[in-house]
């Protein structure tokens, strides 16, 4: 198998440990990996390959190791975690994977909707995303002006007439251009009759990805999926003006990117 050109970037149809032995960039500004769970997609035997949690880990760190030799040295890498009541596994996932490599943030995506209700304890709402960083001196690039959110109308009214503000126009400044986002990121989940859904079961809303790629890297930098599964990451990077390079195993999916990265072309 080889990398083959796809719009702005490159597709390796194949095994992600086969891929990262010679991906089209060797230094990626923003790695998104969002791997299989581990046995919470029960249908699909991509998530249900490995015998134990053990297994599954080592897995994991193989895969982590490889990627982590072609990031920038102010890169971000950004792993998505098990929902459900897998979140232990994720956890002793966070814990190793801090262990080896250098810890930068734990973020929150919060799904706005609850999925799966338990009988015994909450719904669960919300999935995680391990953040590492190169090294533990590493100074990341972070861009926190380009996911604000934006205050409504009412707002900027109220805190616009507070007169404890010593400097009213850095403040107005401050509410024209939005407050700043938190490490809890609230973008609703995709639900079956979304527009945006292409058939992959744990696709991720383009907004989610976005705020990744806007803020961890800038137009003209390498974004690398190791796991692009339905393509949202090659969509965002090509609506955003970043270069890309993913991952795929499965040849239906990968049919699914080329379709969906040429509908996303600049």
Request: some cysteine; glycine content about 6%.
């Amino acid at each position: 198998m080889t990398w083959q050109p796809c719009s702005r970037g490159y597709l390796y149809e194949g095994d992600v440990s086969a891929g990262l032995k010679n991906p089209p960039s060797s230094s990626f500004q923003t790695i998104i990996a969002d791997p299989p769970y581990f046995q919470v997609q029960t249908d699909e035997g991509w998530d249900n390959q490995w015998a134990s949690q053990e297994e599954y880990l080592t897995w994991i760190i193989g895969w982590v190791e490889k990627a982590f030799n072609h990031l920038s040295e102010d890169g971000i890498f950004y792993i998505f975690g098990q929902p459900g009541k897998r979140e232990h596994i994720f956890l002793s996932v966070c814990a190793e994977l801090s262990q080896r490599f250098a810890f930068h943030d734990l973020i929150v995506w919060d799904r706005a909707v609850g999925y799966n209700e338990r009988r015994d304890s909450f719904t669960p709402q919300f999935e995680m995303i391990l953040a590492l960083k190169k090294t533990s001196s590493s100074h990341v690039y972070f861009n926190k002006d380009a996911v604000r959110i934006p205050y409504n109308k009412e707002t900027i009214r109220k805190y616009a007439a507070d007169k404890r503000y010593k400097d009213p126009e850095a403040r107005m400044e401050h509410l024209r251009k939005g407050k700043y986002a938190t490490n809890i990121l609230r973008f609703p989940s995709l639900k079956g009759q979304s527009k945006e859904k292409v058939g992959h079961p744990t696709q991720k809303p383009i907004a989610l990805i976005e705020a990744l790629v806007l803020s961890s890297s800038s137009i003209g930098d390498w974004i690398l999926d190791p796991f692009l599964g339905s393509g949202t990451t090659a969509a965002a990077a090509e609506k955003h003006g970043r270069k890309w390079a993913g991952i795929e195993k499965d040849p239906d999916y990968c049919e699914v990117i080329r379709k969906r990265v040429k509908k996303t072309e600049q």
